[in-house]
């Protein structure tokens, strides 16, 4: 009887690991479809300053304000990427620490088994 309850409580963690995986892999690619979202964004804002640019040496009408509020924009999305590639550099740092943690953990657990055996 106690090697079946030894069996529920190992499935049990390999469960939990698995959910707990799952939920940290799901949030590290929805990280990584933001930082897809905001590039995709720059290079339409790009795509914006070029075609200003372009109708004002064509047509010699000035877009200067509308290339500046352009230029602004493009400052604040290079700047949320940044911080969207920090974010994801810090939660893959956070894996490969809770993941040494665990494996410590793990060494520790089977050292005092051992021990007790």
Do not use: C, P, W
Request: overall charge positive; glycine content about 2%; aromatic content about 2%.
């Amino acid at each position: 009887m106690a090697n079946m309850n030894n069996i529920k409580t190992n499935v049990s963690r390999v469960a939990n690991k698995a959910i707990k995986k799952t939920g940290e892999l799901a949030d590290i690619a929805s990280m990584h479809l933001k930082l897809k979202s905001l590039e995709h964004k720059l290079d339409s804002k790009y795509k914006d300053l070029g075609k200003l640019t372009y109708k004002q040496l064509k047509s010699g009408a000035s877009q200067a304000e509308k290339i500046a509020d352009t230029i602004v924009d493009i400052d604040a999305i290079r700047e949320e990427i940044r911080l969207q590639k920090e974010k994801i550099e810090a939660e893959k740092q956070a894996r490969k620490e809770r993941k040494a943690a665990a494996k410590f953990e793990n060494a520790e657990n089977n050292d005092t088994a051992e021990a007790t055996e």
